[in-house]
């Protein structure tokens, strides 16, 4: 016999390998709440999240990913340590969908299902109109690729969507 190990041995060590990097694969890719875009945000789902959102008056942010996706991990890395998001997130109802809780319906991919994307939500309907400010004109018009695009989505959306408010407060 050439070799000291039977199969069944190197099956069974094959086998714990794999098993070893889905392990170790999923807790990289976030299984927090956050789902590796920050547990120290306040995260619903989609359906609790909208409404969240209408309860409170305030817009949703709907951070779509994939739990295999080299980009939303990326973004998600950046995201999570990013204080002037998560500061910035307070005047938002935070939504992480995630692999199979992404919507079909056509509403939640404006110019396509690519990912990472991120939609805002406000009175009813997600804002095809708010766009990340660095892809305007471009392919992908709802990725975002840093933190710093992030925040400066957010500063549109919020002053869009704070703007009604403004103005009601001053006709009173």
């Not at 070799?3 to 794999?18: E, G």
């Not at 070893?20 to 359906?47: I, N, Q």
């Not at 002037?84 to 939640?108: K, S, T």
């Not at 975002?144 to 103005?167: C, H, N, R, S, W």
């Amino acid at each position: 016999r050439p070799f000291p190990f039977s199969r069944m041995r190197v099956l069974l060590a094959i086998a714990v390998c794999c098993f070893a990097f889905m392990v170790v694969g999923s807790t990289a890719a976030g299984t927090g709440k956050g789902r590796g875009f920050g547990d120290d945000y306040d995260w619903y789902t989609l359906e609790d999240g909208l409404s969240q959102a209408k309860t409170l008056g305030k817009p949703g942010m709907i951070v779509m990913h994939k739990s295999w996706c080299g980009a939303c991990k990326a973004l998600g890395r950046k995201f999570s340590k990013s204080t002037d998001v998560l500061e910035a997130a307070q005047d938002f109802v935070m939504i992480n969908v995630q692999d199979d809780d992404e919507p079909q319906e056509e509403e939640y991919a404006p110019d396509g299902q690519y990912i990472p994307r991120i939609l805002f939500h406000w009175n009813g309907a997600v804002q095809t109109h708010i766009k990340n400010p660095a892809r305007i004109g471009q392919q992908y018009q709802f990725f975002y690729q840093t933190p710093e695009q992030v925040l400066e989505g957010m500063k549109v959306a919020k002053a869009e969507f704070m703007k009604p408010i403004k103005d009601e407060l001053q006709a009173q």
